[in-house]
């Protein structure tokens, strides 16, 4: 059983007795059982006395006597489990330290449950998880151990925990700023002061604790002389353990003007338009802290509608900055002019035409200036169109596009982009031309043909004409009779032509007359003695062609003769034939 304060026990079996004679058993009636020793233990003796005999199942109690009327067993006492209640903290300030056993106000107690029976908790040590600052940190309690205390013995007891727990506050400890000192600073559109030096004290050393150093100026705009009041925060890990209760004292300082620089932004216009500002045309370099500037003055020289191209630009003046978030106060402002640039009106040219030429050969162009049309020009301004090349894109005759360079001229040429015509189209008309042939003669029976040749009127230098003229006069080719005859033969046009360049007004023909051919009759050579008549040998006829034959050429018969005779001296006589 467990320790209970007192001798009974519970019988679980009380005995029994054995006769020793078959068919007798006897009844045992119990008494009382208890012990002499109560305490805690193992092997405790119980006493169970009181016994005695009744009549059982064929035997007689008269028969038999007890040898005892008590009988013993024995049985473990286990000590009473109690349990540490009422554990209490005091709450502390950090220290570094997480051993709170100093800080226990009460360390509790264990209730016996047994009248008259008090036992004396011995207490252990107190400790925290951390050391660190917190609410509600959990405490926890160990090596509790029991003492005898009035009536109750510890060896009767055993706690069921020798640790307790419960909760207490670790405050954050105090510290304090020391020697810090206060900047003057420009205008940055904050009420942070700039504070240096300071130093903190009354921390634990080896903490790891930093000084963040901040203040504020009572107001972000500029002046002299303003309260400063210092913000400063701890950092380091180990800032949770530590609080800045008062904040140092801080002597004024001055918040500076910042340096704003304003410059006009660059804008163009075009000539005879007239330039607005909206005052919203510039950038800025220097606003603090996300502050804005409406609107400024803008104006410049050149905005008139009446003011030229010229040869720069014009400055726009900038001043008189307000509006927006700023406050020109915080502010020392720098104007920075931009410029306005006059950009060329577009002027545009129309009514341009060719003007249409016989052909020369040359791509050369002339444009008709007289229906021109200018579309953007102002009114009183003067402008014209000076064309300085116009070429067609062939030199034949035909239609074709004509390619244009011009120049701009007059007072107000240079304010206007002037846009002419690049291309045109044109016609080349094609030149009249005169053909005459020239008369030529030929030997009879040839085997060529002179060269037909021609004289033209119209027809532009370098040019040629294409093909060749022709002739009914016939060559000799080999074959007899295949040359013409003697006689005049017609020169015509053949194939001869200019090409489309050219309108033939007009072809003159001529004749190719065919002369006879020479006949040569010679004489052969001969000889005589003195008083011996000549005798005289064939002669021969050179000069036949076309494949003609003395007998088809000529008529009668060949036949020479001489005035020398037998008699006739020594001396050389002509042969005629």
Known sequence: KTYDGTNSVVVSNWGSVSTGISGEALTLNTGTATLSDFNAGTGKTATASGYSLANGTGGLASNYVLSSTSSTASLDIAQKQVTVSGLTM?????????????????????ATGITGETLVLTPGTASLADANAATGKTVTASGYALANGSGGLASNYVLTSTSSTTTMDIARKSVTVQGQTVGTKTYDGTNTAPVTNGTLAGFINGDNLSLNQSATFASANVGS????????????????????????????????????????????????????????????????????????SLASTGAASNVGVGTGSYPITISAATGGTFTASNYTINYTNGSLTVTPKALTVNGLSVSGKTYDGTTTASIDLSGATYTGLLAGDSVSVNVTGANFASANAGTHAVSLTSTKTGAQADNYAVTAPSSLTGTISPAPLTISAQTKTMTYGASTLPSLTYTTTGLVSGDVLNGALSTTALTYN???????????????QGTLSAGGNYTLTSFTGANLTVQPAALSYVAGTASSVYGQAPVLTAGTLTGLVNGDTQASATTGSLSFSTTATASSGVGTYAVTG
Do not use: C, H, M
């Open 90 to 110: 005091s709450n502390r300030t950090y220290n570094g330290s997480a051993d709170v056993s100093a800080s226990v106000s009460n360390w509790g107690s264990v």
């Open 225 to 296: 002389g303003l309260v400063v009041t210092a913000t400063n925060t701890l950092g380091g890990t180990s800032a949770g353990n530590y609080v800045i209760t008062t904040q140092p004292s801080l002597p004024s300082s001055d918040i500076t003007v910042a340096s704003l620089t304003l410059t006009a932004s660059n804008a163009t216009k075009i000539y005879g338009s007239t330039k607005t500002f909206a005052g919203t045309e510039f950038t800025s370099v220097g606003l603090q802290n996300g502050e804005t500037v409406g609107s400024v």
């Open 478 to 492: 080999g074959t007899a009779g295949s040359a013409s005859n003697v006689g005049s033969y017609l020169i015509s």
